[in-house]
């Protein structure tokens, strides 16, 4: 039951970055909202999200080990600008696979990390995702200028959230998850706090950027929520990132859903190119089945 955590933050991930592409189309210009703008607002909601484990009790804290958060913090805010440059350099149907590759990440991690290793059933399941995500890439040749940096920036993302799952699973059984989350979110946002010279507040309000940055904030702060409860409570990473994978699939079918209705690259792509696309998005399917049964 707790793989349905991940299974629901990967379709809020991909409803949330379909918003943020939306905002980000105006991020290059003088009265566009921004990426730090963006960066900040979703900064804030999580850690008011994560805020409220304070309310649960939970085991005394040992602040002589404030490190650990503070690193966990940087993972999170470094994941999280690369993520929003992906997107806004690609499309959301190339970047989103692409993050697909921290459940490889995270079992090599943890196979190197750990003295018990990881299943070989894990294992496979991993590698298919990975061809799935390839596959994906392989046929992404529509925008060739800007795939390779896509890609880039989507690996640079997927990288610093594995290391983040890999230290949340293994700091927070010492502090308690009730009291590990809440602290790596106070660091988040104090460093937040930082970028306020150079947060846009008007063209969030004066061009109804608002209707498109709230919504944005709540998706992206439950899947956050979501994602990193169910790996520091259960600790079960590459299992609930081989399920968390899922978001390629919702990334192809909602990034062109939403295309069709609203504009953008994704409604331009022709049947065989997006057969292909979900022909890979099936691969990661087959790869979290193969994750649930083992």
Sequence with gaps: MHLLL??????LFVCGLIFVKRVSRSAARPDGVGQ??????????SSALMSLLWLFDGPETYWLNFWQ????????????????????VGDVSIATPVFGVKVVFVTCLLAFSSANGVPSSIWGAAILAATGIALIQWTGQHHPRRIGLTIALALGAACCYATFDLLVQRWSPDWGSTRFLPAVFVIVAALSLLAL???????????NNWKLLVPAIILLACQAFCITIAVSVFGDAARLNVVYSLRGLWGVLLAYTAARIWGGDEADLSGKLLLMRLSGAGLLTLAVALAVLA
């Design 197 to 207: 010279p150079w947060i846009r507040w008007r063209p969030v309000v004066s061009n």
């Design 69 to 88: 958060p503070a690193i966990v913090a940087l993972l999170f805010m470094m994941g999280l600008l690369l993520t929003f440059t992906a997107v806004e």
């Design 36 to 45: 730090v703008t963006l960066l900040f607002c979703v900064n804030m909601g």
């Design 6 to 11: 991940p299974l629901l933050a990967s379709v």
